[in-house]
């Protein structure tokens, strides 16, 4: 099992950056990827941004250029560093980590309980 704390959400002005942290435990060594999601009122979680375990990254079309994706291995912490932050940007954001569970290659999936980040126009 992996067990996900996120945290640094909060309220922030429009154009204002806020930086967002995953602390993993458990089964930390078994995680092949870190992912961020975010879900506003009334709409589906979408996913925001991926961080693999050899360090490539992804992101939504939506917040590439703004968000950057980062790991402290030594940590087992991921952050999202959000800048350039627009009113749309407000949504409850979750932590995800896809772990590979034996040697097939079946993973599972962990999320955490999710921090509220909202921008004020």
């Known amino acids: 099992q992996v067990q996900l704390v996120e945290s640094g959400g909060g309220l922030v002005q429009a154009g204002g950056s806020l930086r967002l942290s995953c602390a993993a435990s458990?089964?930390?060594?078994?995680?092949?990827?870190t992912s961020w999601y975010r879900q506003a009122p009334g709409k589906q979680r979408d996913w925001v941004a991926s961080l693999s375990s050899s360090g490539s990254t992804n992101y939504a079309d939506s917040v590439k250029d703004r968000f950057t994706i980062s790991g402290d291995k030594a940590k087992n912490t991921v952050f999202l560093q959000m800048n350039s932050l627009k009113p749309e940007d407000t949504a409850v954001y979750y932590c995800?980590?896809?772990?590979?569970?034996?040697?097939?290659?079946?993973?599972?999936?962990?999320w955490g309980q999710g921090t509220q980040v909202t921008v004020s126009s």
């Open positions: 995800n980590t896809i772990s590979t569970v034996n040697i097939e290659g079946s993973t599972v999936q962990h």
């Open positions: 458990g089964r930390v060594r078994s995680i092949t990827s």
